[in-house]
């Protein structure tokens, strides 16, 4: 299987006042496709700073990340929002969807800024996404009126309406109660299986590292230890 | 393509929702671009009105769409003042203008020419006891005993007035012994034998009460008379707002002068008419009252103390039929003497209050008017003009006055009201330009007098030292032209003496100051003089070309002037919607950071961050503006209906009237909102790029 992402040799320093903080120091990581991957942890161990790299939404200090092959480190602006909106999908640990937007039309966001798609592709997308996630019925509602398991579910068929290569998560289940949360991370396993998508997420909870095939523990930005269920 | 739309209604209802967020600041800004919107449209609107209605009575009535004089003016051309109070603008001369009217005439899109020259002279008056001197000596040289009788008794009944106003004046003045010697000529005067000669009445009685006497009851302030001469034929051929009233047109050929209107009721009506007239615009036409208005009880308190302005033109007979008069309309007096007894009555008649003001006056228009003399001057009579000539001597000119005239639409704008209009060749000789003939013959008639210049204090007391309508001081007998030196002052006072007519031919040519150029198609204006203008730089002509505005002096430039404020105005509200504008998204970024980082995150380009921000401004200036642009057409269409009245005379001129119409002009109702949305929009670019700089990264800021 040919990796869909492959970090080597990454290093990102934050300036922070007139020191640096080292956020990841020497990473080499390499995710194949369809791979059920978790980045765990302690808090502060560089997490985030692997998925935003990941994720093309910012570009590492030193070493290469490589999506599908494509080196992002000079990339521009402009081709890394291509990247994400054309490869990546997000989860984001808040749900992070836009409040006056109603459920289909946060789903329908991304398609509308790829802006290829006939009304009736997007409604046809849409429909069998928020099918998936159980949210027919909601679909009119605003998201500042569902449940925090509901808007996840619709994050989550936001970040997978484009079909995208990479689902990459961060703390998805962090601000959810476990049960919520242990559904979601099924959600998310039934998806990974059916439409064989890559999904990269991090989490503290080993109930919901548990789910995952693939377990990469960070500690003080280096790869510490890896294991395979 | 669908997809487009559907994207762009995405940025819109994520627009819309934000400024509903943010309702207070969508509120602040859209009513600051509403008020931008609405001054616009409003001003831009009125500017366009007045500039039309300026436009028709100016060029329609003296300055034509362009005017053209001499490169070496010294002063700006300004028809309608502008140029120091009581100051003769120097704006050079046109030697002979028949070149430059050729030249100007070969435009395609010149109509007219009209030579003219703008000047101002004073116009000598007399007062009531010389007019009455003047008939007696008419009456005598016609010999009717009759006729001799009635100016006798005229002149005998206005000594009985000065020797009333001789007794007040001694009570205030410092010099007795002047008063006695004015008392001592009046008894001469008033004793029975002065006149005891009648039909033989000779020369000396005469000159004594011309020199002493006359001086006494009063003496009228020389008066300055502002006038264009100009080719009659030319200037009534396409001036269509000039219109006579009274009398009768100027024609070509003729010698003479057309007073304003205004002048005439300014300058020349009896000082209690005056009076009335304008408290009857005050308190009537505009609704004022007397009482608890100052200016209104200034006006009524002169009018009070006006009875000698009546009691001097009449004669015995009427002053006792309207001393009857006023007595059975109950104002009663039991003075036994006619004149203390009817000046009691008159004052006591001009003394007028918010409850008998209407009444009095209708009673004076109908039955003290018709005896009395209303207007110094009236159509048909002569008056005298001296005016101080470039060529350093003083010339005095009789000028007939043929009738009373009048712009169309400007009745009562004083300021279009002070020109008069002459002839170019009475304009001429008061000008005094210097042909050789006329050259020669003041060289000479200063070495007879034996003077080597004229200083021109001594020519301008000698302007204004002496007056009299009709009365000429003997010294002076108008004969040819002769050469003067009178004995208080040392200025030459020269009294050509001019035919009635003249052949046409001569204003064909020859000396104008300035000319008016009437075009085919105004709407050409600019294209036009700047043609010209180059024409007649590469003919050699040196002259200044200006259009219409600029040549109306201060008045003309009115419309400039408004419109540069109107924009200065509207700059400084946009420069504030613009602060507050790009303040506010700036501020309001901070509070959208995570959606917009999420927007980032999940694909959105700046570019699409940028335009929901401009779209964000562009609805709101677009509402805004809008329901600016509605409200000013309500107001508008209001105003239209009813009119604007003019506040005061410089708002009449400007106006074209007492009221402005305005009117929609849908070119500004439509485009002023849509180029202030434009603007508003694009004066948002900065802050809206500002909030594209927000990271993706972002997106997981924990705030909210
Ligand atoms: N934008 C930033 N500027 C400066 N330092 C940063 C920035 N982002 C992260 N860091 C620092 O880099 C290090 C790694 O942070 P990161 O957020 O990747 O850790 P994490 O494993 O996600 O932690 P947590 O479990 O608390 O989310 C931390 O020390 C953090 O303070
Ligand atoms: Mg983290």
């Keep these: 299987m040919a990796a869909v992402v492959k970090i080597a040799g990454v290093e990102k320093v934050y300036p922070l006042g007139k020191t640096e903080v080292r956020a990841l120091s020497g990473i080499d990581l390499s995710i194949d496709e369809g791979e059920f991957t978790t980045i765990a942890g302690p808090s502060g161990c560089g997490k985030s700073t692997l998925l935003n790299l990941i994720g093309c939404m910012d570009i590492p200090t030193r070493g290469e990340v490589y999506i599908e092959g494509q080196p992002i480190a000079k990339l521009s602006d402009r081709e890394l929002t291509r990247l994400r909106l054309e490869k990546l999908g997000f989860i984001f640990q808040s749900f992070n969807l836009i409040p006056v937007l109603t459920v289909f039309q946060n789903v329908e966001f991304p398609l509308l800024l790829q802006g290829r798609w006939t009304r009736a592709e997007r409604q046809a997308k849409v429909t069998a996404l928020l099918a998936e996630v159980d949210l027919l019925k909601q679909q009119q509602q605003r998201s500042s009126e569902l449940s925090g398991g509901q808007r996840q579910r619709v994050a989550i068929a936001r970040a997978l309406v484009t079909n995208p290569r ?32 890559t999904f990269i997420f991090s989490t503290h909870d080993p109930q919901v590292m548990r789910q995952a095939g693939r377990i990469v523990r960070l500690k003080d930005g280096h790869v510490a230890a890896e294991q395979r269920s | 393509m669908s997809s487009n739309i559907a ?16 309702r207070l600041r969508t509120i602040i800004i859209g009513g600051l671009i509403g008020t931008g919107a609405f001054l616009a449209v409003i001003g831009l609107s009125l500017l366009l009105d007045v500039q039309a209605s300026m436009r028709a009575s100016i060029t329609q009535s003296i300055a034509g769409d362009l005017q053209i004089y001499s490169a070496g003016a010294k002063d700006k051309l300004a028809l309608f003042g502008g140029s120091g109070f009581m100051g003769r603008a120097d704006i050079g001369s046109l030697p002979d203008f028949a070149p430059y009217r050729d030249a100007v005439l070969g435009h395609p899109n010149v109509a007219a020419f009209v030579p003219m020259g703008l000047d101002m002279a004073v116009l000598s008056r007399g007062n009531e006891l010389d007019d009455a001197i003047d008939a007696l000596r008419v009456a005598l040289k016609a010999g009717d005993e009759s006729i001799i009788t009635g100016r006798v008794d005229q002149i005998k009944f206005q000594l009985d007035q000065v020797k009333l106003e001789l007794a007040a004046r001694r009570l205030l003045s410092s010099d007795q012994v002047e008063i006695d010697q004015q008392e001592r000529d009046l008894a001469r005067a008033l004793a029975p034998e002065f006149f005891s000669q009648g039909k033989a009445i000779d020369e000396e009685h005469l000159q004594f009460l011309e020199t002493k006497i006359a001086p006494l009851s009063g003496e009228k302030l ?50 209690v008419a005056k009076l009335f007239d304008k408290l009857h615009k005050r308190l009537v036409k505009r609704g004022g009252t007397i009482s608890g208005d100052e200016e209104n009880q200034r006006f009524a308190t002169d009018l009070s103390k006006q009875y000698q302005q009546i009691l001097s033109y009449l004669d015995r007979p009427n002053a006792e039929e309207l001393s009857a008069k006023l007595t059975a309309r109950g104002i009663k007096d039991d003075s036994p003497d006619l004149v203390q007894r009817l000046s009691h009555q008159v004052s006591a008649f001009l003394t007028v209050d918010d409850k008998n003001f209407s009444e009095r006056y209708h009673w004076f228009y109908e039955h003290i008017a018709p005896k009395i003399k209303l207007y110094e001057v009236l159509p048909g009579q002569t008056i005298t003009v001296r005016n101080y000539t470039r060529s350093g001597y003083i010339k005095t000119l009789p000028l007939k006055v043929h009738g009373i005239y009048n712009f169309d639409g400007l009745e009562d704008s004083d300021l279009a009201g002070v020109l008069n209009i002459m002839d170019l060749v009475s304009f001429r000789e008061l000008y005094g330009q210097m042909t050789d003939a006329s050259r020669k013959e003041l060289e000479a008639m200063r070495a007879q007098v034996g003077m080597r210049d004229v200083k021109s204090e001594d020519a301008e007391a000698a302007l204004f030292g002496d007056g009299g309508l009709a009365s000429a001081a003997p010294s002076e007998a108008a004969s040819e032209t002769v050469g003067d030196v009178s004995s208080s002052n040392q200025a030459l006072i020269v009294k050509p003496t001019l035919a009635d007519f003249f052949d046409p031919a001569e204003v064909q040519n020859g000396l104008a100051l300035n ?26 002509y040196k002259v200044n070309i200006v259009d219409w505005q600029q040549a109306s002096g201060i008045v003309g430039q009115f419309v400039n002037i408004v419109g540069g404020t109107l924009v200065f105005a509207l700059s400084v509200i946009f420069l504030v919607a613009f602060v507050i504008i790009n303040n506010s998204i700036i501020v309001g970024t901070l509070n959208r950071t995570r959606e917009i980082g999420t927007m980032r995150a999940i694909g959105a380009q700046r570019s699409f961050i940028v335009t929901l921000f401009l779209a964000e401004t562009g609805i709101t200036g677009m509402l805004g503006a809008f329901s600016g642009a509605v409200a000013a057409t309500a107001i508008i269409l209001m105003a239209g209906r009813k009119g604007i009245p003019a506040a005061n005379d410089v708002v009449t001129f400007i106006f074209s009237g007492p009221r402005l119409y305005p009117v929609i002009h849908w070119q500004v109702v439509t485009s002023v909102p849509l180029l202030i949305t434009l603007f508003a929009t694009l004066a948002s670019i900065y802050a809206a790029r500002h909030a594209a700089k927000v990271q993706p990264a972002d997106a997981t800021q924990e705030k909210e």
């Design chain 1, 166 to 197: 990479i689902v990459l998560a961060d703390e998805p289940t962090a601000n959810l109660d476990s049960a919520t949360g242990e559904r979601i991370i099924e959600l998310m396993k039934n998806i990974n299986k059916t439409h064989k998508t």
């Design chain 2, 7 to 22: 994207q762009f209604r995405l940025i819109f209802a994520v627009a819309l929702r934000n400024l509903w967020l943010d």
């Design chain 2, 222 to 271: 020389p008066t300055y008379l502002q006038y264009i001469g100009t080719d009659i034929a030319a200037y009534r051929a396409n001036f269509p707002k000039f219109k006579v009233i009274e009398g009768a047109a100027l024609e070509p050929g003729q010698r003479g002068i057309m007073l304003s209107r205004k002048v005439r009721e300014e300058l020349l009506k009896n000082g």
């Design chain 2, 515 to 540: 000319a008016a150029v009437r075009l085919k198609d105004p709407s050409q204006q600019n294209r036009t003089e700047a043609e010209l203008r180059d024409k007649l730089d590469q003919g050699g």
